[in-house]
């Protein structure tokens, strides 16, 4: 079963700053990885999804890597702002022997606060 | 607008009072799935369904039902609510079939029941 870590689970960066989000999952057969945004009391917003035979993809200031064979992928920001801030999940989506499910495993996510 | 509509946003109920919360998307997706949010576990599947009449379990179905008698509609019902069941909830749905595997899900804006 797909186990998704995320580190570090909170972090707080002042307004500028580049930084790094971790993920880690077991199993590397996956079909792609997506991460999102959680605003407080809002839901899922994708950011980026990443094939699993694509190694980055970028989205204005974000840039997300894969490394399936070592079950790594990082979101990097660039120039944080303040309204980066929010909770960021990743989710994996494994690749099953049937196929019938859109079978997302997600991490605990890394809450970020960007400081003015 | 492309969206994925939850009501209600938010419900305070008691032990044992069946409800219902609604579930629509207006992107003629084939997929929808429901999910529950607790602090420290992430996101974890309830149900899924991959076309009209067609649902199946994910990891956490004890306790709920759905049914998909529209491609626009999956409402998750709870029979007999628990405590246990309070959490946040959200819905998701994507492009499912040949060819999708590579789509985005789209999330709700989520429903945050309380059972007491």
């Known amino acids: 079963k797909q186990e998704v870590t995320q580190i570090p689970a909170a972090l707080s960066v002042p307004e500028g700053e580049n930084l790094v989000l971790n993920c880690s999952f077991t199993?590397?057969?996956?079909?792609?990885l997506q991460w999102f945004r959680q605003d407080p009391g809002k839901g899922l917003t994708s950011l980026l999804l990443i094939q699993s035979s694509q190694r980055e993809q970028t989205s204005g200031r974000l840039n997300a890597s894969l490394d399936k064979s070592s079950g790594r992928s990082t979101l990097y920001i660039a120039a944080s702002q303040p309204g980066d801030s929010a909770t960021y999940l990743c989710?994996?989506?494994?690749?099953?022997?049937?196929?019938?499910?859109?079978?997302?495993?997600f991490g605990a996510g890394t809450r970020l606060t960007v400081k003015p | 607008e492309a969206q994925v509509t939850q009501n209600p946003r938010y419900l305070i109920t008691v032990t044992g009072k069946k409800l219902t919360v609604t579930c629509s998307q207006n992107m003629n997706h084939e997929y929808m799935s429901w999910y529950r949010q607790d602090p420290g576990l992430g996101l974890r599947q309830i149900y899924y369904s991959m076309n009209v009449e067609v649902t199946d379990k994910g990891d956490v179905p004890e306790g709920y039902k759905v049914s998909r008698k529209e491609k626009r509609n999956f409402p998750l019902i709870l029979e007999s609510p628990s405590p246990n069941q309070t959490s946040l909830y959200f819905c998701?749905?994507?492009?499912w079939g040949q060819g999708s595997g590579n789509q985005p899900q789209h999330f709700g804006d989520g429903t945050r029941l309380s059972i007491l």
């Open positions: 199993d590397s057969a996956i079909y792609n």
């Open positions: 989710a994996p989506r494994a690749r099953t022997d049937t196929d019938n499910n859109n079978d997302m495993r």
């Open positions: 998701a749905s994507s492009l």
